[in-house]
């Protein structure tokens, strides 16, 4: 049966009959367009409007975030089911201050493949991949180097000598592209500032609005910083994994895991041991197994990590989330407030509640629990009373936290039974802030 994704995929085949396009960087001629990978159409800006318009009243479409640029639309759609798809409509193909394909010649050269939609030639796409990658100073990916060398042998020769001749190149066969060769990619950028479309004038003009692009990007851009808390043995990591594997393959995000912390400032112990053998020591000692019981000591091992996460907050909105990343933390600070001692703290929960106020607060928090009979059947960390007491402790601050974000719902007390369900759960949530 085929998914709301492939249905939409037929109806947008359907709609672009329409208008001229071409389809982009699709391997297999005799095969429907893959509604499981991107897909790129290079088409006029005045058809976008009449397509998003279209996806924006299929059925099935939950929601469409978009994102422009002087050269390309980007659309993200979400369906009702959990299916989504990326869509790039391309105006022309343009990498920093040059057009590397030119768009009339792609469009007057443009066919209907066996499975119906309009496509360019093999040496369009063999010139596509290879200048796009190589421009970006990267090599080619291995599945186009694979759909190369799959092809007749004869029809290999004639792409590999149809390349060389128009780039002045000495390629004699297709794995040469699987590394980056800067004596390659001289060749095509002297072939490329003869083309018209790359004059002087219009190189400054190109790298202009590449440059406002990249400047604006910054303020259209939805990363995030989500956090997962539990007491150890709740199946925390694991769903992680889980989130972090969704959020990356199925909705093409860059995701990021940190851990408890910024980490700006390393951890204390690493001053007197070094960081690897601070961190050897972590590893071997169990959470909890601390014996510090001094105040002061508390207090300067609390205010040396707090300045971390206060100054460190900073950073990784610029590193990460200005970048566009989802954050996700394994713990975050609210264990400062509920389980100080697991980092070997003994203060007054009313200062670290209290300083909350000016760290940073993510965009969705996830407090991960289960039976403590259970956990401490995975781990006999902590006795089971200790389980019970944290378990309470953290639900009654996500809750009170909860009631004081202004109807955000962004604190969220998530009982882990079935990992599925739980991913589910938070998938669903995380939905609706990327």
């Given at each position: 049966m085929n998914s709301e994704k492939q249905k939409f995929v037929a109806h947008l085949l359907k709609k672009l009959e329409e208008t001229d396009y071409v389809v982009l960087k699709h391997l297999d001629e005799k095969t429907d367009i893959d509604s499981n990978a991107?897909?790129?159409?290079?088409?006029?800006p005045k058809e976008v409007t009449p397509i998003l318009e279209f996806a924006n009243n299929f059925p099935t479409v939950d929601k469409i975030l978009?994102?422009?640029?002087?050269?390309?639309?980007q659309a993200c759609i979400y369906f009702q089911g959990g299916d989504f798809l990326q869509l790039d409509f391309l105006f022309k193909l343009v990498r920093k201050q040059f057009?590397?394909?030119?768009?009339?010649?792609?469009?007057?050269?443009?066919?209907?493949?066996?499975?119906?939609?309009?496509?360019?030639?093999?040496?369009?796409?063999?010139?596509?991949?290879?200048?796009?990658?190589?421009?970006?100073?990267?090599?080619?990916?291995?599945?186009?180097?694979?759909?190369?060398?799959?092809?007749?042998?004869?029809?290999?020769?004639?792409?590999?000598?149809?390349?060389?001749?128009?780039?002045?190149?000495?390629?004699?066969?297709?794995?040469q592209l699987s590394n980056f060769n800067p004596s390659i990619r001289t060749n095509l950028v002297n072939y490329l500032k003869k083309m018209p479309q790359n004059s002087i004038t219009n190189r400054i003009k190109h790298f202009a609005e590449y440059t406002i692009d990249k400047v604006?990007?910054?303020?259209?851009?939805?990363?995030?910083?989500?956090?997962?808390?539990?007491?150890?043995?709740?199946?925390?990591?694991?769903?992680?994994?889980?989130?972090?594997?969704?959020?990356?393959?199925?909705?093409?995000?860059?995701?990021?895991?940190?851990?408890?912390?910024?980490?700006?400032?390393p951890i204390l112990s690493a001053w007197r041991y070094g960081k690897t053998n601070a961190e050897?020591?972590?590893?071997?000692?169990?959470?909890?197994?601390?014996?510090?019981?001094?105040?002061?000591?508390?207090?300067?091992r609390f205010f040396y990590y707090y300045f971390d996460y206060l100054f460190g907050q900073f950073y990784i909105y610029t590193k990460y989330v200005l970048r566009d990343y989802i954050v996700l933390y394994d713990r975050y600070y609210f264990d400062f407030i509920i389980d100080g001692k697991r980092s070997n703290l003994n203060i007054p929960t009313w200062i670290s509640k209290g300083l909350y106020r000016f760290i940073y607060k993510p965009e969705l928090n996830f407090f991960l629990f289960a039976d403590a009979n259970v956990i401490y059947k995975r781990k006999q960390e902590m006795p089971v009373t200790m389980i019970k007491e944290l378990t309470e402790n953290y639900c009654s601050?996500?809750?009170?936290?909860?009631?004081?974000?202004?109807?955000?719902?962004?604190?969220?007390?998530?009982?882990?039974?079935?990992?599925?369900?739980?991913?589910?759960?938070?998938?669903?949530?995380?939905?609706k802030i990327i």
């Open positions: 991107d897909i790129d159409l290079l088409i006029a978009t994102h422009n640029t002087k050269s390309m639309v057009e590397y394909l030119d768009t009339k010649a792609v469009f007057s050269n443009n066919k209907k493949s066996e499975g119906g939609y309009l496509t360019y030639s093999k040496d369009q796409l063999l010139e596509h991949v290879v200048l796009f990658n190589f421009l970006n100073f990267g090599r080619v990916p291995d599945k186009y180097i694979q759909h190369f060398t799959s092809l007749p042998e004869k029809e290999q020769s004639e792409l590999l000598q149809n390349f060389n001749t128009k780039y002045t190149t000495d390629l004699q066969s297709f794995e604006t990007g910054v303020f259209d851009k939805s990363g995030k910083i989500i956090t997962f808390s539990g007491v150890d043995g709740a199946g925390k990591s694991t769903i992680i994994d889980l989130v972090k594997n969704e959020l990356a393959t199925k909705y093409r995000r860059k995701v990021v895991v940190l851990r408890h912390r910024p980490s700006l400032l050897k020591r972590t590893v071997q000692n169990l959470p909890h197994s601390g014996k510090n019981s001094s105040k002061i000591s508390s207090m300067f601050l996500f809750n009170e936290l909860n009631q004081n974000s202004a109807g955000k719902n962004n604190y969220l007390n998530i009982e882990n039974i079935k990992k599925e369900d739980t991913l589910n759960t938070v998938i669903n949530h995380c939905k």
